[in-house]
């Protein structure tokens, strides 16, 4: 009875020291190497009125000083600034109390420094994040743009000969992006005096292309330098979205 007791003593024994063990061993691995940011991040654009908040992930050694500064792009000087005490590795994060921010450019600065330092006795340089203030009490994020369309409405790119010589079949190729049905306006006109020789327009429905074929154009105009002039407007509107896009080309004197 005796052998078998201490035997039972002795395994709790050792089962205390390895466990007294492993803890030590996960404390030394949770411990970090160096004293440094790992991650800063903050919104990209706010509102006048809104509160920039930054989030962080730090590595420390030992109990720090994590200090984030607010500050105007175009002096640099600090418009808000905050401390937490940190005690362990992980992620944090700041809401700066700011009233009524002036638009413009700004930048959050975060470093870290021993308890009760500043920035003269910070650990390494202060990692930087870019934030626009925009002029508009809340920043709304643009809405997506429907299934199936685009982002912008834009003529992108017009196909057609610089010059033309003779009555073969040319093909007028219009690729463009719309945001939802537009109105494709395609005008011919002389580049010398910009009269108007004709103007068309095709409702169209998705992004893509358009093709107009044409015949016989040396025979149907006068010998000249014209433009085609295309663009974009609301289904039941005439003026622009947009730029317009121009395409110059020359037609020659038949021979």
């Known amino acids: ?10 395994w709790q024994n050792f089962s205390l020291i390895g466990l007294a063990m492993t803890l030590m061993c996960v404390q030394q691995t949770a411990l970090a190497k160096t004293d440094e940011i790992v991650s800063l991040s903050a919104q990209e654009q706010i509102g006048f ?39 362990k590795s ?21 470093y870290l420094t021993p308890r009760a330092k500043n920035w003269n006795d910070r650990l390494a340089p202060p990692t930087n994040v870019n934030v626009q203030v925009l002029d508009q009490k809340v920043f709304k994020k643009p809405a997506a743009a429907p299934l199936g369309f685009a982002k912008r409405d834009v003529v992108k790119k017009v196909e057609w000969p610089t010059s033309v010589d003779g009555d073969q079949d040319l093909d007028l190729e219009v690729r463009y992006d719309i945001t939802q049905e537009r109105q494709l306006w395609i005008k011919l006109l002389d580049s010398e005096n910009w009269e108007e020789h004709g103007s068309l327009k095709y409702l169209v429905k998705k992004p893509g292309k358009f093709n107009l074929p044409m015949n016989n154009v040396q025979s149907s105009f006068p010998a000249g330098k014209y433009a085609w002039v295309i663009y974009l407007t609301e289904v039941d509107g005439e003026e622009p979205i947009g730029r317009k896009f121009g395409k110059h080309f020359e037609i020659q004197a038949a021979k």
């Open 49 to 87: 009125t809104e509160k920039p908040v930054v989030h962080l992930e730090v590595a420390v050694k030992k109990t720090r000083d994590l200090h984030v500064a607010f500050q105007n792009s175009d002096d640099w000087t600090t418009v808000k600034r905050s401390m937490k005490r940190i005690k």
């Open 90 to 110: 992980g992620k944090y994060h700041f809401t700066l109390d700011t009233e009524d921010l002036a638009p413009g450019n700004y930048r959050v600065s975060a």
């Open 1 to 10: 009875m005796f052998t078998l007791t201490l035997k039972k003593k002795l």
